[in-house]
């Protein structure tokens, strides 16, 4: 423990806490100060010093800075709890196991505390408290402002999880908007891409994108981006595949703002033929699932009970939790992905792209990434700079506490991400990735959930074990939209980079300075964007 007064006396810090029996060997610049005083002075410090909190509001504790002298200061604080004469040895054991005691107490809820500190030592001054009491008070103080410390933090991830999860208005009227020009816009309606074009859909000497998503603005940024940082972008062929009632403006948008030279078509989940009742069970399953509708749907109203029994854990462990109860997590558009082989039977290497990216590299060279004949050329996410984003295991995913978990996977296997993946289609169609997926998803719902909660990360954890070949870390940057810590530079040089998290860059809760990277990209001379206010 490190004690220092300022020459002033007006302030006093204190710094680590390694034990009360140090405390005798302080030494301090004590000019005009009389041992004894120093001493009591040090001991009431000393008291209040495991009631960490206290800690820094001694700093500016007022009774410490009216006093001029730290003999006004033991004058003060000093006269009850110390009337017990010069032998400071008893005296420290003493307080200690006054502080035991008080350890062990139980807070009550209908105590009367003070307000606030001032007021503690008002009450102290006109000898309110012997010493016990005043521990009890100071540990019940202390507990008080913790939890309420811990209470305003969760209703600050609360409201952002519900800003993170509602839609924007501005992004709503672009896609109303865009909808409303397909019925009125032959032009919007066109073909897409044009006929003569139709056969580069399939073409192998292409470099294909594949992008599912709702969001018509994030598309736009991803597809922009795309072209923009190609060097061959008459090569590139996108693939946006999206729901029914995102489809009609979703093909509005591309219609009217062709990316030419590149080609883009746009598909929703109910023209494709594969996707069925009979083909994707399980998905049906999940979404009609009762107690998943429930859990996943429920996302916003958090009761109570489950908010306080939640205060044990960190505001960001509960932020991913709520995260995860996402409705997004059950769509069909974000399972869709390991359906990707019997989706474009005739394609062989494709990229498979989140909508919360932006490319900044030409991607080109991903398609001659040797992946030593696995399926999917994904960056590993638990080795890297970043100890939250880059730290990822199979034991952050699952719980291990499970059987069927425990006895299958290994806890320290590395996780990989999704956002910007390199899928060989061809290798992918010999193996049977998209059952073992089924099977394991099918086990979840059987087991209430209890296996993993995220969405659809884990099911492809399992069923791409021993298929995954690790791409160099510079292709696909993590984490924008989790932290505002992220390295700028880092940023600048990624070839794609990643807003996964809840701060979204279309949201007002995204990071200011991490924005730019995206918004460069939205188009804001486009009547449609202008119209609907889109945030710039
Ligand atoms: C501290 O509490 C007292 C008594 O309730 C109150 O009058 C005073 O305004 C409070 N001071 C601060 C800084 O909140
Ligand atoms: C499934 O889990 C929920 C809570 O997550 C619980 O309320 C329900 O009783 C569980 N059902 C079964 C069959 O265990
Ligand atoms: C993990 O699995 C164990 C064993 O089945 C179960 O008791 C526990 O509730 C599960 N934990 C979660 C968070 O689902
Ligand atoms: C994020 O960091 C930037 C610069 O480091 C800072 O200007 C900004 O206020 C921070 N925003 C939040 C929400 O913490
Ligand atoms: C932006 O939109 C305007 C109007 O729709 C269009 O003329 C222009 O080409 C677009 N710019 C880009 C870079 O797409």
Known sequence: MQLHFSPSMRSITISSSNGFIKLMKIKVAARHISYRTLFHTILILAFLLPFVFILTAIVTLEGVNKCSSIDCLGRRLGPKLLRRGDDSGKLVSELYNLLNQVNSVEVQDDVKLPDNFTHLVTEMKSNKYDAKEFAVILKQMMERSEKEIKESKFSEVMNKHIAASSIPKSLHCLSLRLTDEYSSNAHARRQLPSPDLLPLLSSTSHHHFILSTD?????????????????????????????????AGMHSWFALNSPSPAIVEVKGVHQFDFLTRDNVPVIEAVESDDGVRGYYHNGNHVSREEFRGNLGISPRVFASKLQARSPKYISVLNHLRIYLPELFPTLEKVVFLDDDIVIQRDLSPLWDVDLGGKVNGAVETCKGEDTWVMSKRFKNYFNFSHPLISKHLDPQECAWAYGMNIFDLKTWRTTNIKQTYHTWLKQNLKSNLTLWRLGTLPPALIAFRGHVHGIDQSWHMLGLGYQNKTNIENVKKAAVIHYNGQSKPWLEIGFGHLRPFWSKYVNYSNDFVKSCHILE
């Open 215 to 247: 969001n018509i603005l994030a598309a736009s940024v991803v597809v922009n981006s795309a072209i923009q940082s190609s060097s061959s972008p008459e090569k590139i062929v996108f693939h946006v595949i999206t729901d029914k009632k995102t489809y």
